[in-house]
């Protein structure tokens, strides 16, 4: 086609209107793509003349992984400021040390364990963790439910996500002294338990640090403030840190 004169082209032109089409541009455009694709082509076989790493080196160096955080109010910036909640701050520090990960915060105020293990496989298969940080139980306690579910609810959450090949940590909580002491040492043992049975990093008490409510919780004595989020950052980032690999 290539060696096709204008006259030729012109014939064809008025053959084809002659028939009720006009292919004469569409010849035109076919012979300008086989001349792109022959460049193309041979940009190509260049690339894999040149090896692999050539394509793939922009996605590779942009790949980044994911830190899932499933919480509860603790985590979910509750009575905060948006962007001032300790996992915003994760994110802030990831960035500043040139860590590859991302964060989504999956956390809700007011979420149990329960819930927590009925939204995790969803979450799982959407975002494909490498890290999955677990902060429940909080409400659990709370609200004085059995221990035993609790547990069975945390082992399984774990389980899920050992299974989609995310490391876990696990973020332990203590309930106020008024819950009874027998009830108040088992749930903080709890923790303890499960990090052991699990082989997964703990965090034993995230609000470690924070006993003086005055200054580090907001009026309702429950929430911290604003003031204490880069403490429980520092509460969880040593534990954290020797999962970002």
């Given at each position: ?14 053959a084809f209107r002659f028939a009720g089409f006009s292919a004469f541009n569409t010849i035109r455009a076919t012979r300008r793509f086989c ?39 603790l985590s979910a910036e509750y009575g905060l400021p948006r962007g001032t909640g300790w996992v915003s701050l994760l994110e802030k520090q ?130 911290p403030n604003q003031k204490a989020q880069p403490i429980m950052l520092d509460n969880v980032w040593p534990a954290l840190r020797t999962l970002?690999?």
């Amino acid at each position: 086609m290539q060696d096709q004169s204008e006259e030729e082209l012109r014939s064809t032109e008025r053959a084809f209107r002659f028939a009720g089409f006009s292919a004469f541009n569409t010849i035109r455009a076919t012979r300008r793509f086989c001349a792109l694709f022959c460049h193309s082509a041979r940009g190509l076989v260049l690339a894999a003349l040149l090896g692999p790493g050539l394509l793939a080196s922009g996605s590779a160096h942009s790949a980044t992984k994911t830190v899932l955080v499933l919480g509860d109010s603790l985590s979910a910036e509750y009575g905060l400021p948006r962007g001032t909640g300790w996992v915003s701050l994760l994110e802030k520090q990831l960035r500043a040390e040139k860590i590859s990960f991302s964060v989504v915060n999956a956390s809700i105020s007011g979420e149990t364990t329960a819930g927590g293990k009925t939204r995790l496989p969803a979450l799982l298969e959407q975002h494909k963790p490498a890290i999955v940080i677990l902060e429940l139980g909080g409400n659990d306690g709370l609200r004085g439910l059995s221990l035993a579910a609790t547990q069975s609810n945390l082992r399984e959450m774990i389980t899920a996500s050992t299974a989609s090949s995310a490391r876990v940590l696990l973020v332990g909580m203590r309930l106020p002294p008024n819950y009874g002491v027998d009830y108040s040492k088992r749930f903080a043992a709890m923790y303890q338990g499960l990090g052991r049975e699990k082989s997964v990093k703990l965090v034993p008490f995230m609000l470690e640090g924070l006993e003086d409510t005055e200054q580090y919780f907001q009026p309702d004595r429950i929430h911290p403030n604003q003031k204490a989020q880069p403490i429980m950052l520092d509460n969880v980032w040593p534990a954290l840190r020797t999962l970002l690999k």
